[in-house]
């Protein structure tokens, strides 16, 4: 009992003493560790306790998301190998200094780093004790650089270098300052600091092709090729990084080539062939086709450029293999087989933008050389919007296309109308056979293209398609729909949809507006329905043949005045007189064949010229052929100025003098691109002149011969308003509101001008609230017009008041009109008629 007791007594001995132990050494790390997290003091354990929270908590999640921000550039970047490459394979997404990135990573990066600096920086008597706080800052202005805030990051890197960081840190930090100082364009500042050091690095170093490389692209900025080439050579050629060195191999080739030296560009390329799979496969395909083409034997050329194609690991760089393959028969002269390769090119399904703008700008360019200006202008519909709409590109490409426009539309109205035209020329059993042959055509490029699908999805490596039933195999389900519109044509769901009177009847029975809708008008596409669409009665094939030759005379005048194309503007012009009858237009195209034979062949020339004058003396081509003196425009050197000149009599209301000017214009700018311009302010002068009815027949004409320009287009909306106000016909009360009418013949302008000037003088000494206006009644009269009398008695009154000086005022011939009459007078030219 007593030896227990003693047990007992010794055990609780030793707890009360373990116990007191274990609250000594918690109090103790307790006490350590608050004791450590001061930053103020110095000490090993402080140094270390914050050197190692910074490395592995902050700065490592720090890092992190920096990784994750730069993979995600990387990834979004998209290398264009018809430029010059970026040596920094990132995408800044504009570079636009006022605007943070969208991408997500670097303002946690900056965060962490900012947090890592703030809580752990040990500047204890201006000396950093936290050796990872030199880090932080260099992380903190790379986080700033890719998020395009370079003056911040400027900050951050500058103080980097102001403290006593490591070297390697150091070294860095200098070379990510330059490279921000060339993104704000300070690009001789960068070679000037960062020169000295790229000279002195060691090739060992890990940050010498960084440093020589960052060097290399300001010289590039500079565009100094030669001093820039000779650092990014010196990058390539020791950095330990293969795809890095692939990246600058590449670039030095594409500067070589620049030079004209094809020798050290197939050096180049050779070495990124060199590293094989070490280098990114993207510069490897590309490398292998530039540096095929300098190789002298065609059939080699093609012989490995279609190897290539046949190697499973290039299929999502087929498109720059067919390009490749293109710029090699363009090369040799090989056009036909240059545009089935650039067709290839942009049909292949890993196409890039890049390689579409490229392929569409050689394609559009080719076929203006060519001539083939329809094919051109397609071209550039597919090439205008790969540019930003707001873009200098874009803006340049849509001038160019809009020198198209006019072509293009008379191109496509030329072969519609010629197409049914020689259908009318043949028989209705002929026309059947056409349209048969037609749909039959139709539907076999459609099921062609659905077998081209098909090859290309079952040709995918290690992919196979299992027969699946029809309705869930695509392929089947695209040949049925088409073997059924052949069959039957458009038709609606709907029950009994074979027969015309089931559908009637379905709609008479319907109780929905959907279905009505639906089934309203039923297309049914056989050959007999599309001869039936022919024009068939006089109207409609005299409507055709206008049409038709409207385009061959605008399209002649075009190619000759807009391209310089004299044969293709003679072979349209010829054409047009062969297919029209006696219309004054003839006179427009006889004048331009003798303008296009005057140099060439003047006997041919001469001919032009007597039919012009025997069928059409009166014309203004004519009378220019015949007296140019009357039409000479000395001291207008271009024809917007002539236009201008003319436009500004018209401002003017001298619109006898603009029709004069019209006159001379009709000659010297027609086929110009003024010439619709011109078209259109001779209708309006002709409608002030003559009245509205003539008005909406000049408006009609313009809005027919340009019926897809923005000219033709206004025109027509004009005179859609003229017949929706019922011929500008006033609504409304009718104010008592007078008019005091002098009229004055074309002859009497001298006289008009003398009155004039009286009668404004006069109002003005007896302060008369009058006023006094010119305004042009028709070719051969103009009135003066006083304005502002609320009730005539009110002239007699002012008469009586002015008897001195009003004498001549009551000889001239006068009237008092209201003010709707007299503008009634001026639309409709009825003065005359009432008076």
Known sequence: MDILKRLIRSYNDKGSCMLQKEHFFGLFLAGLVFYGCSTSKDGLLRREYHTLTTKYNVLFNGKEAFTVGTAILKQAHEDNFYELLPLEPISLLGEDINAPTLVPGFARAEEKAVKAIQKHSMNIEGEQRNRKIDEAYLLLGKARYFDRRFFPALEAFNFLLESEADYKTYVEGRIWRERTNMRLNNNALAIQNLKGLADELSTKNKFFAFANATVGEAYLNQQETDSALYYIKRAATHNRKKKQRGRYLFVAAQLFEQKGNSDSAQWAYDAILALKRKSPRNLFVNAKIRSQLHVADSAEVVEHLEKMLQNYENEPYLHHIYRGLGQFYRQKGNDSAAIAAYSKSLRSPGVDPHTQKANYTDLADYMFEKGAYVAAGAYLDSLIPLYEANSLMAKRLNRKRENLAEVLLFETQKKATDSVLALLKISPAAQIAFFTTALERQKEEALKQVANQ????????????????????????????????????????????????????????????????????????????????????????????????????????????????????????????????????????????????????????????????????????????????????????????????????????????????????????????????????????????????????????????????????????????????????????????????????????????????????????????????????????????????????????????????????????NFVALGSVYRDYQKNKSWKKSN
């Open 454 to 813: 098909t090859s290309k999805s079952s040709t995918s490596f290690f992919r196979r398609e299992k027969q699946a039933f029809y309705f869930y195999n695509p392929n089947l389900l695209v040949q049925g729909k088409q073997d059924f519109l052949a069959r039957w044509g458009t038709r609606p769901n709907v029950d009994n949809w074979r027969t015309s009177a089931d559908l009637k009847q379905v709609l008479e029975q319907a109780d929905t507006t959907t279905i009505a809708q639906e089934t309203q008008e039923i297309e049914i596409i056989t050959p007999e329905a599309l001869a039936a669409k022919l024009p068939k009665n006089k109207a409609e094939r005299d409507s055709l043949n206008l049409l038709n030759q409207n385009a061959y005379l605008r399209l002649g005048l075009i190619y000759k005045e807009k391209f310089d194309e004299k044969d293709l503007a003679i072979w349209h012009l010829e054409t047009y007189l062969e297919r029209s009858g006696s219309s004054e237009e003839r006179s427009e195209a006889l004048y331009h064949l003798f303008k296009l034979y005057e140099n060439d062949d003047p006997k041919q020339a001469q001919k032009y010229n007597e039919a012009l004058l025997k069928e059409h003396p009166e014309s203004a081509f004519a009378k220019f052929l015949s007296d140019p003196q009357n039409y000479d425009a000395s001291g207008l050197q271009t024809p917007e100025r002539l236009f201008m000149r003319a436009y500004s009599l018209f401002e003017k209301q001298e619109f006898t003098a603009v029709l004069e000017a019209l006159e001379t214009m009709e000659v010297l700018l027609s086929g110009s691109t003024l010439a619709p311009k011109v078209a259109l302010l001779k209708a309006n002068t002709l409608g002030r002149l003559q009245g509205v009815a003539v008005w909406k027949e000049e408006l009609a004409q313009v809005a027919k011969a340009y019926s897809s320009l923005e000219v033709g287009k206004y025109a027509e909306t004009l005179l859609s308003q003229i017949e929706a106000s019922q011929n500008l016909k006033e609504k409304g009360p009718v104010f008592k509101n007078y008019k005091w009418i002098f009229p004055f013949d074309r002859t009497q302008k001298n006289q008009r001008e003398l009155f004039e000037n009286s009668l404004r003088a006069t109002l003005i000494e007896s302060q008369s609230k009058w006023r006094v206006s010119v305004d042009p009644y028709d070719a051969e009269t103009t009135f003066v017009v006083v304005h502002g009398i609320f009730d005539p008695e009110d002239i007699e009154i002012w008469l009586q008041k002015t008897a001195k000086h009003t004498k001549d005022l009551k000889e001239q011939n």
